[in-house]
């Protein structure tokens, strides 16, 4: 299966799937045990230890429509072959569409294919976010099929799908289809002329910076943050000097964004402004994590200058250091991760929340132990939070803690 590139950084909404879940079902499902039942099933089949593989097989039964989606992915992800009559079984009892879709993609996946057919038959139906999440499926599959998901998306009315649709495609670089994407630049649709955006950087013609230099005068910020992100995937250096007068505005989008374009351009003079701007109380969350995301990105050209130690590099040994733990970012003396960690301490601070997506955003060893530890809060939403992160983060110690944990709320 195709690995999907990773393109969206500022559109913060439930993931497609979970959008479509809860359009079938109005229900029970979106109750927070519930939730933190399907991450948790979800992060043990990103992590892949064999020991997690009976849970998420188990889960296949489970009555709440995300645990059971989580389930059906986390079971195809450990790709054993004696899953396929459990999923044969579910596939015959199962009435929600999206479930099917998944069922069929992860039979497919383990060596079934004559359930494409039936994959390619959702991918036509009349329900929006069906066909979406049926497309979805078949470009992971093989990218056989983008040129059909490409025809799809020319006569797609829906504005969601369409959406979806741009980002498949985008994911792929499938350039031929940056026709049809330029023309939904136009649309009136805020998410869809975003996904364009980010879908003409992907695909990377450069023929297209002349026409994104002009939407940066849409009257979105989210659009012009995307225009910034595409237009320095595309090369065009004039990206950096407007990031740099877009710091000089109070929208976290465009702030957000331009740390973004300039820690990939190594822009080191940054630094002192992002550490400040992970902990400032006033900060919206996107810029926060953002601004950690940028850190990161940052993260191996620091490490280098201070393992070459050139004295004309600038790096400040207040702001980043090295030791016997590895790289470190600091301040006011003391590790980043540790001066976070002591939020998480009083709900009422202003960083209590944003903790674990910006460890996540991080991807700092040393702040596993601490999310290992938020398994456990009494805190639903920060729990929820440090399952992702550590299944994002493919944390293998923390599976006998997410299997304690889902045997919690899930007792026999």
Same mark, same amino acid.
């Given at each position: 299966?195709?690995?999907?590139?990773?393109?969206?950084?500022?559109?913060?909404?439930?993931?497609?799937?979970?959008?479509?879940?809860?359009?079938?079902?109005?229900?029970?499902?979106?109750?927070?045990?519930?939730?933190?039942?399907?991450?948790?099933? %979800?992060?043990?089949?990103?992590?892949?230890?064999?020991?997690?593989?009976? /849970?998420?097989?188990?889960?296949?039964?489970?009555?709440?429509?995300?645990?059971?989606?989580?389930?059906?992915?986390?079971?195809?992800?450990?790709?054993?072959?004696?899953?396929?009559?459990?999923?044969?079984?579910? /596939?015959?009892?199962?009435?929600?569409?999206?479930?099917?879709?998944?069922?069929?993609?992860?039979?497919?996946?383990?060596?079934?294919? %004559?359930?494409?057919?039936?994959?390619?038959?959702?991918?036509?139906?009349?329900?929006?976010?069906?066909?979406?999440?049926?497309?979805?499926?078949?470009?992971?599959?093989?990218?056989?099929?983008?040129?059909?998901?490409?025809?799809?998306?020319?006569?797609?009315?829906?504005?969601?799908?369409?959406?979806?649709?741009?980002?498949?495609?985008?994911?792929?670089?499938?350039?031929?289809?940056?026709?049809?994407?330029?023309?939904?630049?136009?649309?009136?649709? %805020?998410?869809?002329?975003?996904?364009?955006?980010?879908?003409?950087?992907?695909?990377?013609?450069?023929?297209?910076?002349?026409?994104?230099?002009?939407?940066?005068?849409?009257?979105?910020?989210?659009?012009?943050?995307?225009?910034?992100?595409?237009?320095?995937?595309?090369?065009?250096?004039?990206?950096?000097?407007?990031?740099?007068?877009?710091?000089?505005?109070?929208?976290?989008?465009?702030?957000?964004?331009?740390?973004?374009?300039?820690?990939?351009?190594?822009?080191?003079?940054?630094?002192?402004?992002?550490?400040?701007?992970?902990?400032?109380?006033?900060?919206?969350?996107?810029?926060?994590?953002?601004?950690?995301?940028?850190?990161?990105?940052?993260?191996?050209?620091?490490?280098?200058?201070?393992? %070459?130690?050139?004295?004309?590099?600038?790096?400040?040994?207040?702001?980043?250091?090295?030791?016997?733990?590895?790289?470190?970012?600091?301040?006011?003396?003391?590790?980043?991760?540790?001066? /976070?960690?002591?939020? /998480?301490?009083?709900k009422n601070n202003p960083l209590y929340k944003d903790v674990p997506l910006i460890f996540l955003a991080l991807r700092d060893d040393s702040?596993?132990?601490?999310?290992?530890?938020?398994?456990?809060?009494?805190?639903?939403?920060?729990?929820?939070?440090?399952?992702?992160?550590?299944?994002?983060?493919?944390?293998?110690?923390?599976?006998?803690?997410?299997?304690?944990?889902?045997?919690?709320?899930?007792?026999?």
């Amino acid at each position: 299966m195709k690995k999907l590139k990773f393109i969206a950084f500022l559109i913060i909404s439930f993931s497609f799937l979970a959008f479509a879940a809860a359009q079938t079902k109005p229900q029970k499902t979106l109750d927070p045990e519930g939730i933190m039942s399907a991450k948790i099933v %979800e992060a043990l089949g990103k992590i892949g230890d064999i020991r997690g593989y009976d /849970l998420c097989l188990k889960s296949l039964k489970s009555d709440n429509l995300f645990v059971r989606n989580a389930a059906i992915s986390s079971v195809a992800a450990f790709g054993n072959k004696n899953a396929v009559p459990v999923l044969l079984k579910e /596939l015959v009892n199962e009435k929600d569409a999206i479930s099917k879709i998944l069922i069929m993609s992860a039979l497919i996946d383990l060596g079934m294919f %004559e359930y494409e057919k039936a994959l390619i038959q959702f991918s036509k139906s009349s329900i929006a976010y069906v066909r979406a999440i049926a497309c979805e499926q078949l470009a992971e599959l093989d990218e056989k099929y983008l040129s059909a998901i490409a025809d799809l998306l020319i006569a797609e009315k829906d504005d969601v799908a369409k959406t979806k649709l741009i980002e498949i495609l985008g994911n792929h670089g499938f350039r031929p289809v940056i026709t049809a994407i330029r023309k939904e630049l136009y649309n009136a649709n %805020e998410q869809v002329r975003t996904a364009a955006c980010f879908a003409m950087g992907e695909i990377g013609d450069s023929k297209d910076i002349a026409l994104l230099v002009k939407m940066l005068d849409d009257k979105s910020n989210q659009v012009r943050s995307a225009v910034k992100i595409a237009l320095s995937r595309l090369g065009d250096r004039s990206v950096v000097t407007l990031a740099w007068k877009d710091l000089e505005k109070n929208d976290p989008l465009l702030k957000a964004s331009s740390y973004i374009i300039l820690a990939n351009s190594n822009e080191s003079k940054i630094l002192p402004a992002l550490i400040k701007e992970v902990v400032d109380f006033k900060n919206a969350s996107i810029l926060r994590v953002e601004a950690a995301r940028a850190l990161k990105i940052l993260r191996p050209y620091f490490n280098k200058v201070l393992i %070459e130690n050139k004295p004309s590099s600038g790096v400040d040994a207040k702001v980043i250091s090295t030791d016997n733990l590895g790289f470190n970012y600091r301040i006011n003396g003391e590790s980043l991760v540790v001066f /976070l960690s002591r939020a /998480l301490t009083d709900k009422n601070n202003p960083l209590y929340k944003d903790v674990p997506l910006i460890f996540l955003a991080l991807r700092d060893d040393s702040s596993l132990p601490v999310l290992r530890q938020l398994l456990f809060s009494h805190d639903l939403d920060i729990a929820a939070t440090a399952v992702h992160a550590l299944g994002e983060m493919r944390d293998a110690d923390s599976v006998g803690y997410l299997i304690s944990l889902y045997n919690q709320y899930n007792p026999a």
